[in-house]
């Protein structure tokens, strides 16, 4: 192996990428300017040919996903020992790609996460119900409906809990930013009967 060139930042690493065209590229994640994660979806665009492995110390399950998707073959932690990083760098430059088991199993487990989120989704009024502290007021819908929507975001979501629930939609990206997440209750207000 040969070390051919070295970044400071994600577009510098881009910027290499061309200009070098390494076999494999150890990409970090967190950097100046372009993060890894848009550093790996350039480069992939732009030369397919070059494989990319990260190598962290984030041991998140959300990197690793995002980093999984957005092209990389790998992903190591910087920990990790020399002989392990080598049969990476290899496996990656022969096409294949090859994780930790600790990496393993993160990804298997964001796999075993309910389907139901991105299948079903969530309907409009759920939405509102979920975002909405004072839903009855709000919505002008009774208690009972009330229930009858926070049982089926539930089931949906395959969550115990609002706060579950909120977490689960906002990860995502059924609610926007700035949704009701500190609530932990659901407040119930009864119409009135005027």
Known sequence: ?????????????????????PDVVLMDLRMPNVDGIEA??????????????ILTTYDDDEYIVRGLRAGARGYLLKDTGR????????????GESLLSPAGVQKVVAHLAEPE?????????????VLANKEIA???YITERTVKAHVSSIFNKL??????????????SGLLPDGADEAD?????TRRSSR
């Open 137 to 139: 007021t709000r919505l």
């Open 40 to 53: 790996i979806r350039q480069i992939k665009a732009r030369y397919p040919a070059v494989e990319i492995v």
């Open 1 to 21: 192996m040969v070390l051919v060139g070295e970044a400071a930042d994600g577009a510098e690493a881009v910027q290499l990428a061309g200009a070098l065209l």
């Open 83 to 94: 002989q392990a990083l080598f049969e990476v760098i290899r496996a990656a430059a022969r």
């Open 158 to 171: 395959g969550v115990n809990s609002r706060t579950e629930a909120v977490a689960v939609a906002l990860r």
């Open 116 to 128: 139901s989120v991105g299948v079903k989704g969530l309907s409009e009024r759920e939405r509102e």
């Open 184 to 188: 932990e209750h659901i407040g119930y």
